[in-house]
């Protein structure tokens, strides 16, 4: 991605850099930055409309919440840029910005179908085509709070762009999240090892904060299948399996919920 450290000017449908290159805005309101051959390209189309049916229930909702609580809590200052890693369709990113009235948004995705909604999630949000595990479109110590939930980072880069005391926010599942699902229909699990990985990437910060949020929730059939083909279990399970897999399940199946939210800032 060429350029992308450099100011970006903003002109009609595009942004433009002073080397000359420009990106365009798509009608849907994103730009996508990334340049020639795609490594990753996110979550598909119906991964995308899968999680905007569940989120949209209100499901997850005591995740939004104790995000925003915690941003509130340790960011270095009640304005500035949250930028929202591998941010899908920009919810949790709105739920941040609703509680934080002075702060503006940034979605960074690789997914084309998720940049169409996470352009129009929030007014005071952008949209960004990138790649999380590649040089951030974002300038040096600029980010007050980068947000990671359920989705990769690239921690040097996060290093980079936070600001003085900015804080990033890594929400993940714990062993138990989901695990009814998980043995009615398989799938794919929680690594037992996560948090190990977690402290050991970011051996650099210091832990402000842990939360795990928990809540058992009572599904019917659409809602099953919504959350199991917005997740990693939709890229091993066919349409026809999981339609098949969810229609011998009870009317009503219950849930648990169990993320872990950890809050860590550079020491």
Same mark, same amino acid.
């Given at each position: 991605?060429?350029?992308?450290?450099?100011?970006? !000017?903003?002109?009609?449908?595009?942004? *433009?850099?002073?080397?000359?290159?420009?990106?365009?805005?798509?009608?849907?309101? #994103?730009?996508?930055?990334?340049?020639?051959? !795609?490594?990753?390209?996110?979550?598909?189309?119906?991964?995308?409309?899968?999680?905007?049916?569940?989120?949209?229930?209100?499901? #997850?909702?005591?995740?939004?919440?104790?995000?925003?609580?915690?941003?509130?809590?340790?960011?270095?200052?009640?304005?500035?840029?949250?930028?929202?890693?591998?941010?899908?369709?920009?919810?949790?990113?709105?739920?941040?910005?609703?509680?934080?009235?002075?702060? #503006?948004?940034?979605?960074?995705? *690789?997914?084309?179908?998720?940049?169409?909604?996470?352009? !129009?999630?929030?007014?005071?949000?952008?949209?960004?085509?990138?790649?999380?595990?590649?040089?951030?479109?974002?300038?040096?110590?600029?980010?007050?709070?980068?947000?990671?939930?359920?989705?990769?980072?690239?921690?040097?880069?996060?290093?980079?762009? %936070?600001?003085? =005391?900015?804080?990033?926010?890594?929400? =993940?599942?714990?062993?138990?999240?989901?695990?009814?699902?998980?043995?009615?229909? =398989?799938?794919?699990?929680?690594?037992?090892?996560?948090?190990?990985? %977690?402290?050991?990437?970011?051996?650099?910060?210091?832990?402000?904060?842990?939360?795990?949020?928990?809540?058992?929730?009572?599904?019917?059939?659409?809602?099953?299948?919504?959350? %199991?083909?917005?997740?990693?279990?939709?890229?091993?399970?066919?349409?026809?399996? %999981?339609?098949?897999?969810?229609?011998?399940?009870?009317?009503?199946?219950?849930?648990?919920?169990?993320?872990?939210?950890?809050?860590?800032?550079?020491?």
């Amino acid at each position: 991605m060429p350029g992308l450290r450099r100011p970006l !000017r903003h002109e009609v449908r595009r942004l *433009a850099c002073p080397a000359g290159h420009a990106f365009d805005i798509a009608r849907h309101g #994103y730009v996508n930055l990334i340049g020639g051959r !795609r490594r990753h390209h996110g979550d598909d189309v119906r991964m995308v409309a899968a999680r905007e049916r569940f989120l949209a229930a209100g499901h #997850y909702r005591p995740l939004s919440s104790a995000l925003a609580e915690l941003v509130a809590a340790h960011a270095p200052a009640p304005d500035g840029v949250v930028v929202d890693l591998a941010g899908g369709t920009g919810h949790h990113l709105s739920a941040v910005l609703d509680a934080g009235p002075r702060r #503006y948004g940034l979605c960074v995705d *690789a997914s084309t179908a998720a940049l169409r909604r996470a352009a !129009r999630a929030h007014p005071r949000a952008a949209a960004i085509g990138a790649d999380v595990w590649a040089s951030l479109p974002v300038r040096d110590a600029t980010a007050g709070v980068v947000l990671s939930v359920f989705g990769p980072r690239g921690v040097a880069e996060i290093e980079r762009i %936070l600001a003085p =005391g900015g804080v990033v926010v890594v929400a =993940g599942p714990c062993p138990e999240h989901l695990e009814e699902l998980g043995r009615l229909v =398989g799938g794919v699990g929680v690594d037992p090892r996560r948090p190990e990985r %977690l402290a050991a990437s970011l051996r650099r910060f210091e832990c402000l904060e842990r939360r795990t949020v928990t809540a058992r929730i009572r599904l019917g059939h659409e809602e099953v299948h919504a959350v %199991l083909a917005m997740g990693p279990s939709a890229r091993h399970l066919s349409e026809d399996r %999981l339609g098949a897999a969810v229609a011998v399940l009870p009317e009503r199946v219950e849930v648990t919920v169990a993320v872990e939210i950890a809050v860590h800032r550079l020491g």
